[in-house]
T-cell receptor, first 115, second 116 residues
Framework: AQSVTQPDIHITVSEGASLELRCNYS??????LFWYVQSPGQGLQLLLK??????LVQGIKGFEAEFKRSQSSFNLRKPSVHWSDAAEYFC?????????????FGKGTKLSVKP | DAGVTQSPTHLIKTRGQQVTLRCSPK?????VSWYQQALGQGPQFIFQ???????QRGNFPDRFSGHQFPNYSSELNVNALLLGDSALYLC???????????????FGPGTRLTVL
């Protein structure tokens, strides 16, 4: 069955420090991969997506993610975290075949930023 | 350019009641998907509507039903509410091209449903 695992429930980093949020997926083939961010009281905002091509994907707000097929991972990174990055981050996968429009989400990683 | 809008923002119901949630897609989008996000969990796919038809459905009981109107807006109906239906309900819209997941989904702020 398709699934997404985000091993870290809560991460705290200092402002200005680097960040890496982990995401592992289970899928029969190479899926479409997404990272979304959710601030309190807000909906989900798309940070970046991977469909094909270059395995290092650049997104908004200075985020990037790297697709590693051998590790079934799609980790999110940012070189220098800002206080406004505090939010919950969700990794998601989508099927490539057929008219399947649903996304499968992980349980999320809550990011706290220390001043 | 208005994004995805949802109404109401918050809703309180009692067990056994019925509820209707509404979603207006982003301008130019023709596909609407609904997700349920329980506290501390990631969103779970309920169903997707395209051309006024349910195109795909997740693992949710028939108590959950929906509708899409000619202007692409959508409703989610839940009958016979249970305590476990308490959650944030998210609507996402997209423009169907290939009909697959490459159609980037844009999410609304959600409707917080509390069932007492």
């Amino acid at each position: 069955a398709q699934s997404v695992t985000q091993p870290d429930i809560h991460i705290t980093v200092s402002e200005g420090a680097s960040l890496e949020l982990r995401c592992n997926y289970s899928y029969g083939a190479t899926p479409y991969l997404f990272w979304y961010v959710q601030s309190p009281g807000q909906g989900l905002q798309l940070l970046l997506k991977y469909f094909s091509g270059d395995t290092l994907v650049q997104g908004i707000k200075g985020f990037e993610a790297e697709f590693k097929r051998s590790q079934s991972s799609f980790n999110l990174r940012k070189p220098s975290v800002h206080w406004s990055d505090a939010a919950e981050y969700f990794c998601a996968v989508g099927a490539r075949s057929g008219s399947q429009g649903n996304l499968i989400f992980g349980k999320g990683t809550k990011l706290s930023v220390k001043p | 350019d208005a994004g995805v809008t949802q109404s109401p923002t918050h809703l309180i119901k009692t067990r056994g009641q019925q509820v209707t949630l509404r979603c207006s897609p982003k301008s130019g989008h023709d596909t609407v998907s609904w997700y349920q996000q329980a506290l501390g969990q990631g969103p779970q796919f309920i169903f997707q509507y395209y051309e006024e038809e349910e195109r795909q459905r997740g693992n949710f009981p028939d108590r959950f039903s929906g509708h899409q109107f000619p202007n692409y807006s959508s409703e989610l109906n839940v009958n016979a509410l249970l305590l476990g239906d308490s959650a944030l309900y998210l609507c996402a819209s997209s423009l169907s091209s290939s009909g697959g997941t490459t159609d980037t989904q844009y999410f609304g702020p959600g409707t917080r449903l509390t069932v007492l």
